[in-house]
């Protein structure tokens, strides 16, 4: 039995790498690949799967377009909302002045949406930078719901008295609002960074 172990180890271990057994040629990882990829058909594209890239492509861009132009209309119809409704609330606003014999300032009413206005567009660069604006829109709301009560105080003691003169800044308001909404749907979503472990 101690004779067959040394003999099968001998059969088992193969020749030298400078030395090639009889009748085997070895060639590189390399030819064998060639010829492997050599022998495979020619790889063609489906034209039904570029054709499906392609639409893919397209309704992206016609989504988008449809969504900016969406957004400049209504940012015109905000932007006239807002005129209009400070055109409005301006009278009444003025008048609560002359009643106080320190003089009367024409401006004042600047007081009120002054703030309103610089919070606005405060909340308008966060929503371009998707982030939010507690802060801004507490001023918005504080500042509209002065102008509301400032000019109901100057209304008639009637139902639309009191809704006419309410609705300018809650027009306003709400309009301002959808407009905030639009531009966040029309942002691509903001990409999280992945956070590094320390």
């Known amino acids: 039995m101690q004779e067959a172990v040394p003999a099968e180890q001998a059969a088992m271990v193969p020749p030298p790498r400078s030395e090639s057994p009889s009748g085997v040629n070895f060639t590189s990882p390399m030819e064998d690949e060639e010829q492997i990829t050599a022998q495979l058909p020619p790889f063609r594209r489906s034209s039904a799967g570029h054709r499906k ?6 309704r992206p861009k016609w989504l988008q377009t449809g969504s900016f132009v969406i957004v400049a209309f209504v940012a015109v119809i905000v932007a006239m909302v807002s005129v ?10 003025q008048n609560i002045s002359s009643g106080t014999k320190s003089g009367i300032i024409p401006q004042w009413p600047l007081l009120v949406y002054g703030p309103w206005m610089v919070a606005s567009l405060s909340i308008l660069r966060t929503a371009l930078h998707r982030r939010r604006a507690l802060h801004s829109w507490f001023i918005v709301l504080l500042f509209s719901s002065l102008a509301i009560m400032l000019c109901v105080a100057q209304a008639d003691r009637t139902f639309t008295g009191i809704a006419g003169a309410a609705l300018p800044a ?23 960074s992945p956070r590094h472990r320390q």
């Open 53 to 58: 890239i392609e639409a893919r492509k397209l």
């Open 170 to 192: 809650l027009a306003s308001l709400a309009c301002f609002q959808q407009f905030v909404r639009q531009i966040t749907l029309t942002l691509p979503p903001r990409q999280v």
């Open 84 to 93: 209009f409704g400070g055109m409005v609330a301006y009278g009444p606003l």
